[in-house]
């Protein structure tokens, strides 16, 4: 599609009054907006080009982002309702406010990141794009998170994580920093990496109490260019300070099996 | 409030892929406020029922006859009215009875509900509370002619319950006339069992209320134990059970909270090994003694009676539950969003621990007044 006609967007006439276009960028009111409308309306907005997407006012509607496969920026100011970017494959989602459940569902490829907290699920069965929470998140983040070949997600959580985090945990990348601990507090997450079987957990400090069927290791050269990569995007997204979040000793905790449960269902 | 529904979903293709939604706000200065935030909180999670249940408890709402239980009666049958009217006159005094005003609405098939203001005759009481009385009676109503339920029979407080999205039933109802300093809502996802109104929540006895989001997997056992103690379990719907068990372990048993929470969401025997001897022997003690009464399967509640608010979720946080403070008010919800919608600023927000309960309490118990009145 050639450059000039990506400015056209077309919108259906009952949206109108809802979106107004400034330099390129489309906002949108989304005030008491049912979700249909709303998701509809922005893959509308990307099949015809936008680049930009602003939506104010957003409180509840689910599945925001959701199957849309362009390289589109959506800023999102409010709460955003359950499973925001669910199987979504290439936008980049930033949330002014905090997530709900589910943010991240299936997700493909893409990117979302979030000022503030982010709810139980995140980042639930993903398989490819990175999710950057800048502090604490719910329980089962992670859960049967899965990597393919050089697709490979990231978590990379700013704050504390809950139960259950890479809970049945087949491949991907979970950062936990930790910085909203206090000093020598862990979080208060049990279970950690139950039935993991690929993938790694890394820890920022002793924060993670380490699940049946995991191991705690030392972080090696590899590792450490991980997490860097992280810490630095991280820092950049949240104006965090890297060389302090980086003065700390990290740890990789990974499955001790590939299959933990081949005994259980068969000899 | 009428055309919530018409905002929330005006295709009305509501389809089939939630739980339940529940929210609860309350004024801990005992300020009485309008049923406007919390049904337009629960209206926004919409999505989360399917319009076979909504319900209502709302504390404060009888002021002038505050000494008096208030029984709201939902008649399936004329007969069973007569009947039931019989039982109630003579075993109460009635002091004021009404049919309750609704309207029409989008509501399916309402019952005839009646409101009562009653008082125990002294002379039939003998050495019983009055509380154990009104019990016993409700359970008595509720099993006579299988066509009266009484849902809502505590003191200056009501329950509003049917079948409808919440925000319909605030309509049948009329609620917009009502002041309370605390409302709990529900709108019910029924998974397993029927949708009629008696099966919708908030579950009642006495001031207690239950709403609740997930599943009691353990209702039978659960049920058997409190039959034990004169509770009949008629509404055929699983969080009846949770109703009664706290009525049974905090006003009958006098159990503060902090325990009533480990024997409903009582800790993993893995979590009870590694814990001091003492406290040990102390939780193996709670599972022992109330092992039938632990709640088994995802849920997320919360728990009111006169004067506080209790949310909880099951041990492993199979369902969710957020809570936020603004001033003197204490909201509880399923979803953020539905509080945010209602009080944009939080002055502290978080998601519960799984097991671990929040108790928003009342500063003074005995003053309640109405925030139009300051």
Redesign the interface.
Known sequence: MLKEEKRFVEIDSKYVPRVKVKDRVWKIDAE?M???DLNSLLRDMCNKGAEKILIRNV??Q?YIGTDLNAEVEIDIH?????DMGAFMSGPLITVHG?A??GCGNTMNDGKIVVHG?A??LTGHSMRGGQIFVRDDV??RVGIHMKEYKRKIPDIVIGGAA???LAEYMAGGVVVVLGLTLGECERC?A?FVGTGMHGGVIYERGDILEVGKGTKLMKVGKRDMQVIERLVKEYCERFSADYEIIMNAKFHKIVPVSKRPYSKLYSN | MRNLSM?????NDDKDFDGCSIFGMMNVEGKRFSSRDPIKAIA??H?RGNGLGGGIAVYGIYPQFENYYAFHIMYLSRDAKEKTDRTLATSFNIIYDEEMQTRPAKVIDPPMVWRYFVQPRKRRLGKMTADDYVTEKVMQINTETGKAFVFSSGKNMGVFKGVGYPEDVADFFCLEDYWGYLWTVHGRFPTNTPGWWGGAHPFNILDWTVVHNGELSSYGINRRFLEMHGYKCTMQTDTEVLAYAVDLLMRRQKLPIEIVTKVLAAPLWS?IDNMEPKQQQAYRAIRQTYGSLLMNGPFSIIVAHHGEMIGLTDR??LR?L?AGTKGDFLYMSS????I??VSPTLDK?W?L??GEPVVGKLRNPHKTTSLEEN
Do not use: H, W
């Not at chain 1, 409010?78 to 359950?82: K, M």
């Open positions: 008491g049912y979700y249909k409180c509840g689910r409010g709460t955003p309702g359950n905090n709900q459940d907290q709810g139980d719910g329980y809950g139960d259950f208060k049990r | 905002l929330t979903n005006p295709y926004n999670m999505e979590e492993i946080k969710p957020v979803e953020e969003s539905a945010r919608l927000f998601a621990r799984g």
